[in-house]
C-alpha cells in the first residue's frame, strides 16, 4: 500500500520562501513520477510540478523561476522549494506519485501553505 505524507506547510508573507517535502512508502521514487499538486478555495486541484523516473522536471507556468522540486532517492523524498512566493499561490499542496507500470495513482493527505499579503 502507497502511504505518502507531506510536512512543511505553514504560513508565509509575499515573496518568503517554504519547502515541502513528501515521504514515501509502498512505492519507490526513482522509477516512478512523483511531484506535487495544490487546490486553492473553490478551484480544481492543478500541477505544480512533476519528476519523471529520468530526472525531468515540469512545472506550471505560473511556478516556473520560482519553485524547484527535486528528489532524494536514498531517502526516498520529493521536495518542492518555494521562492518568492504569491498570495495566489496560497492552498493545499499535495504530494502525487504515478506508479509506470500500472498508471496507479497515489495522493497525500495534503499540507497547507498560506501567502499573506
Known amino acids: 500500500q502507497v502511504q505518502l505524507v507531506e510536512s512543511g506547510g505553514g504560513l508565509v508573507q509575499a515573496g518568503g520562501s517554504l519547502r515541502l517535502s513528501c515521504a514515501g512508502s509502498?512505492?519507490?521514487?526513482?522509477?516512478?513520477?512523483v511531484g506535487w499538486y495544490r487546490q486553492a478555495p473553490g478551484q480544481q486541484r492543478e500541477l505544480v510540478a512533476l519528476?519523471?523516473?529520468?530526472?525531468?522536471?515540469n512545472y506550471a507556468d505560473s511556478v516556473k523561476g520560482r519553485f524547484t522540486i527535486s528528489r532524494d532517492n536514498a531517502k526516498n523524498t520529493v521536495d518542492l522549494q518555494m521562492n518568492s512566493l504569491k498570495p495566489e499561490d496560497t492552498g493545499v499542496y499535495y504530494c502525487y506519485a504515478k506508479r509506470r507500470t500500472t498508471s496507479l495513482v497515489s495522493w497525500g493527505q495534503g499540507t497547507q501553505v498560506t501567502v499573506s499579503s
Open positions: 519528476i519523471t523516473s529520468t530526472e525531468s522536471p
Open positions: 509502498g512505492i519507490i521514487f526513482s522509477v516512478n513520477t
